[in-house]
């Protein structure tokens, strides 16, 4: 799970090009919206389709998105649960 | 004047409209006389046909009657995509009132010089935004504030002394005496919305429009795509009816044509995946988006975008130039084409559009529409009439253009000329009368659709107290088009490290004009006579990004 968040960290803020994020420094805890990493619906689009290219994982609805995309934690919880029972 | 654009003009595009003299309300009475039947409005499980529409639109127009709403006045929406907002703007068409369309992310000073300036007497908006309204609604005009309550949240509003009581908007309709139609006399020449844009000096100003400008350009852009016998068909309605686009690319040419809108209100991120849902269930016709929105949902694996997809029949794109890997994604999975349409608030919507079904040549925003002129001159007389292919400011005169700013003669005169209208965008003209947009004289940065100036973002940063001066700019975005880049000078002996600067921002402006990234600099390179050198900046936004 820690290996997975690390790795997702990093892909986040790769792929929303987050030039003023370290990974590093990111709280497990940090949330998605407003005060956290600030992301915008188009960039939860593009997080909707690194979630699915890379792991497999489809999060295509609002009630399910709306579980998922709270925190990194959140998010990195769904991915494990969702791969192992694949 | 020559206008070689009209031999690529699509079989079914005359090449002039006739324009009847009627005010906008006429296409949702037009609508409910000739189907009452059909749905005119879905938001979630709530389904509104035109009848039922009209008859909350009149009951509506009645009450803020009674509350001394006449013809002439100001009524400020702030309001995202939802009944609410169709009601209220139909509504106040047919008391001969001005609707004054704002955009939901502004707030603080923006909101009270866009209130004083319009001197609206009455305010609709949402109990999630009623706070943002009464934090700066002493010292302006408005006497009313209307709030449709979504969460309850007018039971904690601190109103102080002087403030008038919000007034719930179910409660005015329903207790609205009757639901006959309004008596009142609308000329096509009266003004009917004050749109407010972004002003390059960082203060706003409101595009007049009657309802001859509104009525003219949404029958231009029906005509350009002349869909015939689609019922009730559904135009899916994410653009804000704020803007322009949404206002008539979603709004009015709905109601004109009789059908669906399925509103999607965008009041949380998560909107954007019941936009996937909602695509899914009512495979809507026509789509309308901004390129960052088509670019997020082509990022989406092919299989799920297509199935998406696939149904749009009219795919629009406007707000900025649509990359070309969108362009070409779309294609690919749909066989079909995105239509581009060029506009601005102060031409009511569009002037150009990409001929549909076909599509324009690669970069282009597209021909003028049936009766708009269109001319490219040199940017700095504004005069000379350039050579095709070289690039000016491209200058645009119709029907559908304002009569000029809100109670602001300079600016109009120095913008409106001989009726003709000065985009400040650079352009270039093809020998075909395809138009190609190359980029802005003023700096403008075109982020997720939306207009940011640089002078929007520094004034804010620079009320940051270790902030000795700030300066933005604009770079390229896959995605969205453009991010904002900010660089940042610091106070002599003052520490500040980028994250509480981005805080900073959250907390002082909207979330879409929130740099991306900070640069901070020794000083910000100004020009003797203090400009700034937003070349230099953009070339070092540029290297920090790799």
């Known amino acids: ?86 | 004047m020559n206008r070689p654009w009209l031999k690529h003009y699509e079989a079914h595009v005359p090449h002039s409209l006739i324009y009847p003299e009627i005010p906008i309300q006429r296409f949702l009475t037009d609508s409910v006389a000739r189907h009452p039947d059909h749905v005119a409005v879905t938001f979630n499980d709530l389904h509104f046909s035109y009848r039922n529409v009209n008859e909350r639109v009149n009951r509506f127009a009645h009450a803020l009657l009674k509350l001394g709403v006449g013809k002439g006045d100001r009524v400020a929406f702030l309001l995202v995509n939802s009944p609410t907002y169709v009601f209220a703007f139909f509504a106040v068409m047919k008391l001969g009132a001005v609707v004054v369309n704002l955009s939901v992310g502004i707030q603080g000073e923006e909101l009270a010089r866009c209130l004083k300036d319009s001197a609206a007497k009455a305010v609709v908006t949402l109990d999630l935004f009623a706070q943002g309204v009464y934090a700066v609604i002493l010292n302006t005009a408005v006497e009313t504030v209307i709030l449709h309550s979504v969460f309850g949240l007018e039971k904690t509003l601190p109103l102080e002394q002087g403030m008038p009581q919000p007034l719930l908007f179910n409660e005015l309709v329903a207790s609205a005496g009757t639901a006959e139609e309004l008596k009142v006399q609308v000329s096509p020449g009266d003004v009917a919305v004050l749109q407010f844009t972004s002003g390059s000096t960082g203060a706003p100003k409101a595009a007049t429009l009657t309802h001859k400008n509104v009525v003219a350009s949404v029958l231009q852009s029906e005509a350009w795509i002349g869909i015939r016998g689609a019922g009730n068909a559904s135009v899916l309605c994410i653009i804000p009816f704020f803007h322009v686009f949404g206002m008539s690319a979603c709004l009015l040419i709905s109601v004109l044509k009789g059908y669906r809108m399925v509103l999607v209100p965008r009041i949380d991120l998560m909107d954007i995946l019941s936009l996937m849902e909602t695509l899914k269930t009512y495979k809507p016709l026509s789509f309308p988006a901004v390129p960052s929105l088509w670019a997020g949902i082509l990022s989406l694996p092919p299989e799920v975008a297509r199935e998406h997809l696939s149904p749009i029949t009219v795919a629009t794109s406007g707000g900025a130039p649509l990359p070309q890997w969108v362009h070409e994604r779309f294609e690919e999975l749909t066989g079909r084409r995105i239509v581009e349409a060029y506009g601005l608030s102060e031409a009511s919507s569009a002037t150009h559009f990409t001929p549909y079904p076909k599509g324009g040549p690669v970069g282009s925003m597209g021909l003028p529409l049936p009766d708009t002129e269109a001319r490219i001159v040199d940017r700095e007389t504004g005069e000379t009439e350039c050579v095709v292919g070289e690039i000016g400011e491209l200058v645009v005169r119709g029907p559908q253009i304002m009569q000029g700013y809100w109670k602001n003669e300079l600016l109009t005169s120095a913008t409106l000329r001989d009726g003709w209208l000065h985009t400040g965008d650079l352009a270039r003209v093809d020998s075909e009368g395809f138009f190609f947009l190359v980029d802005r004289k003023d700096d403008l940065i075109l982020s997720s659709g939306f207009n940011i100036y640089p002078t929007e973002v520094e004034e804010v940063l620079k009320r940051h107290p270790k902030v000795k001066d700030a300066g933005a700019v604009g770079v390229p975005d896959r995605v969205k088009g453009q991010v904002v880049v900010a660089a940042i000078a610091l106070k002599p002996g003052a520490e500040a490290d980028k994250q509480e600067l981005m805080t900073y921002c959250r907390d002082h402006m909207p979330e879409y004009r929130v740099p991306k990234a900070i640069l901070l600099m020794e000083e910000i390179p100004r020009d003797p006579a203090g400009k700034i050198l937003r070349r230099m900046l953009r070339q070092d936004a540029r290297v920090s990004e790799g």
């Open chain 1, 1 to 86: 799970m820690s290996e997975l968040l690390k790795e997702l960290k990093i892909k986040i803020v790769q792929e929303l090009q987050l030039k003023e994020v370290n990974p590093a420094q990111l709280a497990d805890d940090t949330p998605f919206f407003d005060k956290g990493l600030g992301l915008d619906s188009v960039d939860l689009l593009v997080l909707v389709a690194m979630v699915d290219r890379d792991y497999g994982v489809q999060i295509f609805t609002r009630e399910l998105g709306e579980k998922v995309f709270i925190t990194l934690s959140t998010l990195a919880e769904y991915i494990a649960k969702t791969r192992k029972t694949r």
